[in-house]
Nanobody, 121 residues
Framework: QLQLVESGGGLVQPGGSLRLSCVASGLTLHYYAIGWFRQAPGQEREGVSCISASAITTTYADSVRDRYTVSRDNAKNTVYLQMNGLKPEDTAVYYC??????????????WGRGTQVTVSS
């Protein structure tokens, strides 16, 4: 019943910024931890960030720490990923995913279809 839709991807130059949004429908996100993942061509999907249901805990991959910020607005049923200082190696399809427990973890149950982020000059 829960559906997730990512938006905000696009083409940016190195050093630029993007803000991705993950909007949920069907159910409230209030009790779900939300993770962000990315997958580049020929590479495995990797976890980028996670935010707990109440935003008490946030996690980041070492490769994006200090450049990305995850946040959520449960009243809007939306989770955001602010990406600053983008690098070509950030190029990937970015997915949000819901975990049907409040805390961040390793498994996720509902996935969006992804949004393309391309960092290139």
């Amino acid at each position: 019943q829960l559906q997730l839709v990512e938006s905000g991807g696009g083409l940016v130059q190195p050093g630029g910024s993007l803000r991705l949004s993950c909007v949920a429908s069907g159910l409230t996100l209030h009790y779900y931890a939300i993770g962000w993942f990315r997958q580049a061509p020929g590479q495995e999907r990797e976890g980028v960030s996670c935010i707990s249901a109440s935003a008490i805990t946030t996690t980041y991959a070492d490769s994006v720490r200090d450049r990305y910020t995850v946040s959520r607005d449960n009243a809007k049923n939306t989770v955001y990923l602010q990406m600053n200082g983008l690098k070509p190696e950030d190029t990937a399809v970015y997915y949000c995913a819901a975990r049907s427990v409040p805390s961040c973890g390793r498994t996720y149950d509902v996935w969006g279809r992804g949004t393309q982020v391309t960092v290139s000059s």
